[in-house]
């Protein structure tokens, strides 16, 4: 019995892994559009980031990233030019810094 138990408790171990992986764990740091636009494809289901959101470096579009609506850490964004924030409007807590550093907002 306890072997059957045993068992059963190992193939479980793949569908708790699958069930943590929708959010990657801990700061998140994407510095070009190609992984803001990759990352719903990753983390298809992530609405929440364990940490810091850290947005840097060629990023012009941050539509990619309207799923998320929590994060526990800062919220970081050190940006060149940029149009608007769209994408994080569905951002509704931040638990630390809010932190915005666009060098122009353009029309």
């Known amino acids: 019995m306890k072997q059957l138990l045993l068992f059963c408790l190992l193939l ?3 569908l708790f892994s699958v069930s943590s992986a929708q959010c ?3 700061n998140i740091i994407l510095d070009s559009q190609n992984e803001v636009n990759h990352f719903p494809l990753i983390y298809p289901d992530c609405d929440t ?3 810091d959101l850290i947005l840097k470096g060629n990023i012009y579009d941050l539509n990619p990233l309207s799923q998320i609506t929590y994060i526990s850490g800062s ?3 050190h940006l060149g030019e940029m149009q608007n924030l769209s994408g994080l409007q569905n ?3 931040v638990g630390k810094d809010l932190i915005i550093n666009v060098v122009s907002i353009y029309d």
């Open 75 to 77: 919220l970081d964004i």
């Open 49 to 51: 980031v364990f940490g």
């Open 91 to 93: 951002v509704n807590h």
């Open 24 to 26: 990657p764990q801990g």
């Open 12 to 14: 479980s171990l793949p």
